[in-house]
């Protein structure tokens, strides 16, 4: 199956309406208007409408935005103490846990437990 630009396909999509839905219209009317452009098959006017009534809309994420003072604080947090997770982290600052990752990532940290080298380990 050819693909085809959303601009064509939303031509194609007016086409078929026009044609009351009837894939065999539509295709001829399609290449009546559209001499030019690649032909679909008729079957890809049924296609088109079912897989655009049942696709789930993917929406662009929302943009992950905090206040530069949480942002300042929960990196202060960590330069003061690096053994500090990320749940007492977010306890203080007040926001979410989740919040607290995508700071820490944004600024390339990378959350994980503070282990002394072996030499430095203090015996009883």
């Known amino acids: ?14 086409v078929y309406g026009e044609a009351r839905k009837n ?13 030019d452009r690649t032909q ?14 049942t696709k789930i809309i993917e929406e662009e994420p929302n943009e992950f935005i905090v206040s530069e ?3 300042i604080n929960t990196l202060a947090s960590i330069e003061v103490d690096p053994t500090t997770s990320v749940r007492q ?3 203080n600052v007040g926001i979410g846990r989740e919040s607290i990752r995508k700071i820490l990532k944004k600024h390339k940290f990378k959350p994980f437990k503070y282990q002394r080298p072996f030499h430095c380990r203090l015996t009883i």
């Not at 085809?4 to 007016?14: A, R, S």
């Not at 894939?23 to 001499?35: T, V």
């Open 69 to 71: 003072e949480v942002e």
């Open 1 to 14: 199956m050819p693909l085809f630009t959303h601009e064509h396909q939303i031509d194609m999509l007016l």
């Open 89 to 91: 982290i977010a306890a």
């Open 23 to 35: 894939h065999r219209e539509a295709k001829a009317l399609y290449g009546q208007r559209y001499p």
């Open 40 to 53: 679909p098959h008729d079957k890809y006017f049924l296609w088109l409408e079912r897989h655009l009534k």
